[in-house]
């Protein structure tokens, strides 16, 4: 299918916004607080640029001011009673703060958490000193949304000891379970090793974690937890606008791509270590076989530099931002080897493609017929350029690819499919429909866009399931509707999708600076309009009901925009024109088959059994932490665990394999083709996927289908 640059431009929006409130310029001087300018430009952006922009008020102030200190100390082990007194003198005056560029709010919270995570330091480490006593009758309570601040420091310590206290337990316990089964096979090297040795080391084990914990935390500067502090501000506005400081925004534009330019390799700090802890597939630290997980790396240089530098104890975000660069140059690391050796290894930078976030296919065999899948996990595309790799077109050729094995049904896997561009959702709906509106889109003075395919290939006119579940979202959400609404596909999912019917631009905000010396004030993601399903109605909260419904782990827990604070609400437009697919003999009649199929699943039952089981788990609040009492408990969910473990050895009567164009890269991709091994051996334990393959075979027992996708093959 051709791509139509004008619904590219249009859909461009969702990534990368323009805006016709430009002209306005914020000065910074000398005198400038790089803070209090961003606080008033990203104001000025929201009140502006925003589709429902809310009204900066005492009430506004308020909801700032709690989700602030939910973010900063969500489970309440920091701040005291007291310390809560002397911020809520500002509860309702963080709107008149907003407006007069002051910060004298967040300062007074950063500069009492400082404090306070000294003081932390300190608890857990005379805490854990100390042996714990597991035969005390004690228990702790998890429900850190309900649970009121503490009123002195002694009970913040109290806090910190049954905490810690729990956690060392379920080491304890693990540990002693270790040992059961080391003396059950009787190795000469054994040595049993009594409680309080076993206490001790759990009790080590819970401090280390909490030292890597602390290491971490003490990594952030100052403008990080500023960044927290005004995204407390604009999500005031909608769960979705988000304020990007540099370094995340371009963690966001890799997110979208796929691909950035580096060495290709994980990195992780571990103490003041920085290790490698993945190699990507066919990136250049991949391609020169040198570097490999576990090495530590220890100086960095560039290829114009004489001297490294040493990263030990450097930032992890400073680490990374030394390592990768530009494609074609060349970085020089200085690495400690698994094996203790100490080399200088030379890597080309490139461009690294994350092939975990592409698109990916497999052939399905069942019985005497084929049918293709693709798993889709995001609407990626590049920002900067339109003829880059992208979602849409990677689909196109994965379909390409499936017809020339001669499919005779698709499923595209949109489970956990949180979104993406806009642009290459009207495109992959495209390569289904002849031509017609894919989705409307409206802005908050009520100017409504139409986004349609207007080409009349049909790129697969063959049998069509979607599969969904609770966290497809947005335009995962966009996709499905559309193919419901012309009955061109049947969906198959929960009772209903994520519930996100806003779209999003990403808004630079530095063109609104001059004369500035305070560096890049980073990027705004902001709601700009909302789109509806082709037949009016909005996917906001309700976001698409499944034509199937298949219950999952997430049926009875509550997750979707309806859970989010401050989402925006659900409504309705004139419906757009359109006519519905008539490539199946009775679609409604199929859908009739399948419900009455999963009726009767004993693994679907099965799954429902244990959502329900899970959600009785997330509702416990209270936890022992008398050991024979934790042990009893534990024993008790195992027990019903054991019910549920036969779900993870469920068996299709399904064969997946690869395409022969992916198994050509085989011979030189070894780490591919055992991905692909792993992902097809996971398939074939999917009772979604077997349930989405009886569709198929439904959809395509009607004749007028059978000669239509015959005729198209030919």
């Not at 400038?32 to 430009?41: A, C, F, M, R």
């Not at 969906?491 to 905000?509: F, R, W």
Request: hydrophobic fraction near 35%.
């Amino acid at each position: 299918m051709k791509r139509n640059s004008i619904i590219w431009l249009l859909g461009l929006l969702f990534a990368v916004a323009s805006c016709s409130f430009t002209t306005k310029k914020f000065d910074a001087d000398e005198n400038s607080d790089k803070d209090q300018v961003l606080i008033e430009l990203i104001t000025y952006v929201l009140e502006k640029g925003h589709y429902d922009p809310k009204n900066i008020n005492d009430q506004f102030s308020q909801s700032v001011y709690d989700d602030f200190l939910n973010k900063i100390d969500p489970r309440k082990r920091y701040f005291t009673t007291a310390d809560i007194g002397d911020f809520s003198v500002y509860e309702e005056q963080i709107d008149d703060q907003i407006r007069s560029r002051n910060i004298d709010f967040f300062n007074l919270v950063y500069e009492r958490f400082l404090k306070r995570i000294e003081d932390s330091k300190s608890y857990y480490t005379e805490i854990l000193n100390e042996p714990f006593d597991f035969s005390e009758k004690e228990s702790i309570n998890l429900d850190y949304e309900n649970l009121p601040f503490a009123s002195s420091k002694r009970e913040i310590k109290e806090r910190w000891r049954k905490q810690l206290k729990y956690s060392t337990l379920g080491y304890f316990y693990d540990l002693k379970e270790e040992q059961k089964l080391k003396k059950e096979k009787e190795t000469e090297d054994f040595v049993e090793k009594i409680d309080k040795e076993l206490e001790q080391e759990a009790r080590e084990k819970v401090k280390n974690s909490l030292d890597e914990f602390f290491d971490l935390t003490g990594d952030l500067e100052r403008k990080d937890w500023f960044t927290v502090y005004v995204n407390a501000i604009v999500e005031g506005f909608d769960p979705h606008s988000f304020y990007f400081a540099p370094q995340d925004k371009e963690r966001f534009d890799i997110q979208m791509s796929g691909s950035l330019e580096g060495i290709g390799a994980r990195l992780q700090k571990k103490m003041d270590e920085i290790k490698i802890m993945d190699v990507i597939s066919g990136g250049p630290a991949w391609r020169g076989e040198e570097l490999e997980v576990g090495d530590v790396i220890q100086k960095v240089r560039q290829e114009d530099e004489e001297k490294a530098v040493d990263i030990s104890g450097m930032r992890l975000d400073d680490a990374v931002g030394l390592i990768k660069g530009p494609k074609g140059t060349t970085v020089h690391l200085t690495v400690k080897k698994v094996s203790g050796a100490i080399e200088e290894i030379s890597i080309v930078r490139d461009v690294v493609e994350i092939e975990e976030t592409y698109a990916k296919s497999a052939m399905v065999e069942k019985d005497d017929q084929k049918f293709g899948l693709i798993y889709l996990p995001k609407f990626y595309f590049n920002i900067n350029d339109a003829n880059e790799r992208n979602a849409a077109s990677d689909v196109r050729k994965e379909i390409i690819e499936l017809k020339k094995e001669n499919m005779d049904g698709l499923v595209i896997d949109l489970r956990n499919n949180g979104g993406g561009s806009l642009s290459t959702v009207v495109d992959i709906a495209g390569l289904f429909i002849e031509k017609g509106p894919v989705v409307q889109v409206q802005d908050g003075d009520k100017r409504k866009e139409i986004l349609k395919d207007k080409d009349g290939e049909v790129l697969w006119d063959g049998p069509l399931v979607i599969l969904v579940n609770e966290l497809s979202a947005s335009a995962s959400e966009i996709l499905a509707a559309a193919m419901q609404d012309y009955k061109r596909a049947v969906i198959i999912g929960g009772k209903q999708t994520y519930g996100k019917g806003t779209v999003q631009g990403v808004i630079d905000l530095n063109r609104w600076m001059r004369n500035s010396d305070l560096g890049d004030m980073g990027a705004l993601k902001v709601t700009r309009q909302k789109f509806y399903r082709i037949n009016g109605g909005s996917t906001q909260l309700e976001g698409v009901k499944s034509d199937v419904v298949v219950p999952d782990k997430y049926s009875y827990i509550d997750l979707g925009e309806k859970d989010l604070n401050n989402p925006l609400p659900w409504d309705q437009i004139q419906p757009a024109n359109y006519s519905l697919w008539d490539g199946y003999d009775d679609i409604d009649a199929v859908i009739a088959k399948s419900k009455s199929r999963i009726a009767q699943n004993k693994q679907f039952n099965l799954i429902d059994k244990n959502a329900k089981w899970i959600k009785a788990q997330r509702d416990l609040n209270q936890y022992s932490i008398n050991y024979e009492e934790y042990k009893a408990d534990l024993e008790q969910s195992e027990a019903v665990f054991e019910e549920f473990e036969s779900i993870n050895d469920y068996k299709t009567n399904l064969s997946f394999s690869s395409l022969p164009v992916e198994e050509m890269l085989f011979a030189t991709d070894t780490t591919l083709q055992e991905k692909r091994k792993r992902w097809h051996k996971n398939l074939s334990k999917d009772v979604y996927v077997e349930e989405a393959i009886f569709v198929l075979e439904d959809l395509g027992a009607g004749s007028q289908n059978k000669k239509t996708a015959a005729n198209f093959r030919d």
